[in-house]
DNA sequence: TTTTGGTGATAAATAATTGTTATGGGTGGT
DNA sequence: ACCACCCATAACAATTATTTATCACCAAAA
């Protein structure tokens, strides 16, 4: 059964004229004739009666009209609402990322794209970069920010072959210390200044956390955790209370200046954008994610916000 | 654009799987990818991402799926219509006649027809049979209970050649007299009876009128009209309240002996059914038509309640 | 009455679409 | 490295749709 018939057996109706509706469609008269036929045939009614003026509807026609009027309605709409998807007229988004791209880095980037499409719908999801990556994979979400290196996860199925990885903005890790703390003021330290002394972090398994303490390894030093934390605005309010020192994004402080950072070996981390390949992007995401790439090369700057 | 495509879009993204799907659906693989791409072409998006596992809907596929299974929804729904009405589990009929065929003759038969199809609903005009041959030529009757002989009518550009008449039902118009009447209980009269007596009639232009008048002119007597209605109820309380005689179909009467006949020439007319014969009947239309048939060769008893 | 103009239906040829079989490319698991 | 499974593609066959030309029919006009 061919949608035409019904656009057809529509436009007779309308035409109660079957040639004039031929003239319509751009068919001719037999052609037109035929796949009323068709349609008859195949619903066991005739549809018309035939005159020497004209078609008439049938009560079974007048029936099947609102029918099959029902049913190009929905293909009609259902070609808008495609059309609307590429327009960015509708649609949706889900992105994940670390706290510090969901706190400082997303916020002016979403704000500025919501601004331009305003009708797409917004998921964000603070969570690991592990989580992001799985996600991304499960096709839960669109588009992730992680902190790279990243390590192949193991709690999914997905083959790992198509996730696309695409470095983003290079970020830096600063120290925060509290007001009355020796290093106050100061642009810089080492990691000898750090031995013994009380410090604010992020939880394990968090990829600031992981950088930090690679460091701290490989210099061979001691540190006093005296808390761990999930949220970063919470870190600087424990150092701002003086419990101890803290490692926070760049991007996280209010000037450039802000906050100590490691002279001789800046602790420095590149985030990504993260999906799938192989799968089609939804016309929101890649718009976003296009606006993405252009704000990192666009804006160096610590806030992002140009 | 096909429906199949949309009923085969369904059961690759219910299958996720388009082997699978092919299979359901009584055709091979490559048909089933070669619809899919045709649909995707069409709606100028892709509507699946195909993996090594099987198939996964894109947003867009997410999108349209809700569209499609609508658009077939709907015609399936105008199959189902169509099958009912067939089955007169749904439809209607209008019927026109006469004030005897609408006030005796038709509302036994339609208890019957309703009871049998209790979902078909009934459209009655009582008008004259002028009035109900025009209607049928229109449309707006599917069938009209007239008296014989019609006369062609003049009030519609529809034409009259595929009008068809099939006769009804006899019936015999009986004088009916006041209880205080010279002829009260006699069971016949004859014209010249008549002269100078008040009567009270049906109203001029309809069909039972005609027929007195024409008998009335025949027998060479003066009529004293004293009232004309248009109600046969009317007459007969206006007979019963001493204001004159008067003329009422036999089916009017309660009992088959009731009224005087004229004996020597009895004033019979003939009902009959009307309608277009190059229009297509509706299932009910043929349904009542049948069994008004049966009925008038079955009853021959003037309450035709059988 | 015959004629004429306009209706949709039909026939045959052609065009377009659809479906099948056979095969290929790619991916993931063994 | 191979195998199994997925979908895509190519070539051919079958089916379906469309066009052109013509017909039968009806109604209105001559």
Redesign the interface.
């Given at each position: 059964?061919?949608?035409?018939y019904?656009q057809t057996f529509i436009a007779i109706a309308r035409e109660s004229h079957m040639t004039r509706a031929a003239e319509q469609l751009h068919l001719t008269q037999p052609a037109v004739s035929a796949q009323l036929s068709k349609l008859e045939d195949e619903?066991?009614?005739?549809l018309f009666?035939r005159?020497s003026k004209g078609m008439?509807l049938?009560?079974?026609g007048r029936?099947?009209k609102?029918?099959?009027e029902?049913?190009?309605a929905?293909?009609e709409?259902?070609?808008t609402?495609?059309d609307e998807?590429?327009g960015l007229r509708s649609?949706?988004l889900a992105v994940g990322g670390g706290a510090t791209a969901t706190t400082y880095l997303l916020p002016p980037v979403l704000g500025r794209f919501h601004e331009e499409q305003p009708e797409i719908r917004f998921f964000v999801r603070e969570q690991s970069s592990q989580q992001s990556i799985v996600d991304v994979l499960e096709?839960k979400l669109d588009l992730g920010i992680v902190t790279l290196p990243i390590k192949a996860p193991n709690e999914t199925r997905e083959?790992i072959s198509r996730l696309e990885i695409v470095p983003w903005v290079e970020d830096e890790l600063r120290l925060i210390v509290p007001p009355d703390h020796p290093a106050s003021g100061a642009k810089s330290f080492e990691w000898g200044d750090l031995d013994g002394q009380p410090l604010v972090l992020f939880e394990a398994g968090s990829a600031v956390r992981e950088i930090i303490d690679e460091r701290v390894e490989k210099a061979g030093i001691d540190l006093d955790i005296v808390m761990e934390l999930r949220a970063i605005e919470s870190i600087k309010q424990m150092v701002a209370q003086g419990i101890g020192a803290g490692f926070v994004s760049q991007f996280a402080l209010s000037r450039a200046d802000e906050g100590l950072r490691c002279l001789k070996d800046p602790i420095s981390r590149r985030l990504a954008i993260a999906y799938r390949s192989?799968?089609?992007q939804?016309p929101?995401a890649r718009a976003f994610f296009e606006m993405l790439q252009s704000q990192s090369s666009a804006g160096s700057d610590s806030s992002l916000s140009s």
């Open positions: 059964m061919n949608l035409d019904l619903l066991g009614q005739k009666d005159t008439v049938t009560e079974a029936t099947f609102v029918y099959a029902r049913s190009l929905a293909m709409d259902g070609r609402a495609l998807l590429i649609g949706s096709g083959p192989d799968r089609t939804s929101a």
